[in-house]
Structure formats: structure tokens, C-alpha cells
């Protein structure tokens, strides 16, 4: 099986509250199209609260890039994976309050849409050592993204804007805890990052293009351009 919970159905609402969901898959949780990839189911709002999340193979929560005008709502949860804990590369919005997330390779990946991260209990932690990306990853199914060591990682190559606004939260990473990549050909779209307030464990930097927006409050490390 793909994830242990799969949502696929348009114009739908699901929430889940506590219990726990664990997957040999490659996701715990994935969003995504009923016919995918020929075409995609949109409005989609899925919320967990107070989940234990378990994919010690895969992706802890996924949502397909395909999906649109989506919301997906983590909220006192816990989400831990082999690879990424959280990976969005959709048209929609993700919301993190007040959950500890822990990837192998990756905390939380990003590639389309608008994330905010929020709440003094957030904890977000890539355990994996330093991998600089050198290309996007281009979305198929027999690949990954190939930066490792990131507790947020923002990247390109879709034709779509990025906005990640951090508010809270504490962000641990044996490479830069949070890491933008963007060719600087790869132009058209926004990519923004804002920080507000929140505990870093190393730096904030960028390759490409550089942040719109960097207002740190509590933020205890350097920042990179």
C-alpha cells in the first residue's frame, strides 16, 4: 500500500483526532488525486489533531503537487518518518501548530503552496547529515528530493509560488535549520520566507534567489544570504 490513510476524494472534509496511524508505505498520510496522475481532486481539507504519525520507511504526510486548493491542518501531533516528515509540493496551504515532526533525511520539504508554522511546542529535526541539493527534484515516482540535513527546505522547479511565514517553534539540523533553493533561472514565481519568532539550532540560508523577508525575534544562529 501506498500510506496506511489515503484521502483522495474531492470537495471533501476529513479530520482525525488522536489514535495513531502507522505505515510500512511509503507514506503514513498522503493526499492525492483518486486518478492520479491524468487528473486531480481539489478542495481537499484534511486535519489531524493530536495524531501519532509512523512511517519509518517513507514520507510521514504527503500531499500530491497535482492538488489544489487544499488545506491540511497538523496540529498536536507527533510525525515521524524514514525520509521526509512532512513533504508539500501543492497549490494549497499547510498548517504546523504546536507538532513535533522528525525526518531521517528532511524535517518538513517544501515546493508549492502557502506553509505556516506556529506554537512554542512546534519541534521540527532532520537527523541526517548535511546534503547540499545540486537539481530539483523533478516529481517522479522513482525519485526524492536530494537535499538531506534541512529542518525546513524550500525548493523550486514548479510552476508555482512558495510562502513559508514562522511564528514559533524550535528547529534542529545538522545542516542549515532552515535552507531555501532556487536557480536563479528559475524566475516568474515568489519564494518567500518570514520569521517572527521561533528557536534555530543552525542557520538560515539560501542559494539563488535570497529571502524576501527575514524578521527574527529569538532566533539563536547566524543567517546566511
Known amino acids: 500500500a501506498t500510506a496506511a490513510l489515503e484521502f483522495n ?8 483526532k488522536n489514535g495513531k496511524i502507522i505505515s ?6 498522503y493526499a ?6 491524468t487528473a486531480s ?16 520507511k517513507g514520507n510521514g504526510i504527503g500531499v500530491n503537487g497535482v492538488l489544489t486548493g487544499n488545506e491540511t491542518v497538523i496540529r498536536n501531533s507527533t ?13 494549497g496551504t499547510l498548517k504546523i501548530e504546536n507538532t513535533t515532526v522528525t525526518g531521517e533525511k528532511l524535517g518538513v520539504a517544501l515546493k508549492g503552496g502557502t506553509a505556516e508554522i506556529s506554537g512554542e511546542n512546534t519541534r521540527i529535526t532532520a537527523n541526517a ?11 517522479g515516482n522513482t525519485g526524492s528530493i536530494l537535499a538531506e540535513g534541512y529542518a525546513v527546505y524550500m525548493e523550486g522547479g ?7 511565514t514562522i511564528s514559533g517553534g524550535t528547529f534542529t539540523s545538522r545542516g542549515d535549520a532552515l535552507k531555501k533553493y532556487v536557480k536563479d533561472t528559475d524566475t516568474g514565481y515568489s519564494r518567500t520566507i518570514s520569521v517572527s519568532g ?4 543552525a542557520a538560515i540560508a539560501t542559494i539563488g534567489q535570497v529571502f524576501t523577508t527575514i524578521t527574527p525575534v529569538s532566533i539563536a544562529a547566524r543567517i546566511c544570504f
Open 32 to 37: 492525492v488525486a483518486s486518478d492520479y496522475p
Open 9 to 16: 476524494r474531492p470537495n471533501s472534509r476529513l479530520t482525525v
Open 79 to 91: 510525525v515521524t518518518s524514514g525520509d521526509t516528515g512532512i513533504y508539500y509540493p501543492a497549490n
Open 198 to 201: 521561533g528557536i534555530v539550532s
Open 129 to 139: 547529515a548535511e546534503k547540499e541539493p545540486t537539481d530539483y527534484y523533478d516529481g
Open 158 to 164: 514548479y510552476n508555482r509560488g512558495i510562502s513559508l
Open 24 to 29: 510500512a508505505g511509503l507514506y503514513g498520510v
Open 41 to 56: 481532486a481539489n478542495d481537499l481539507k484534511l486535519t489531524l489533531d493530536g495524531v501519532t504519525v509512523s512511517a519509518p
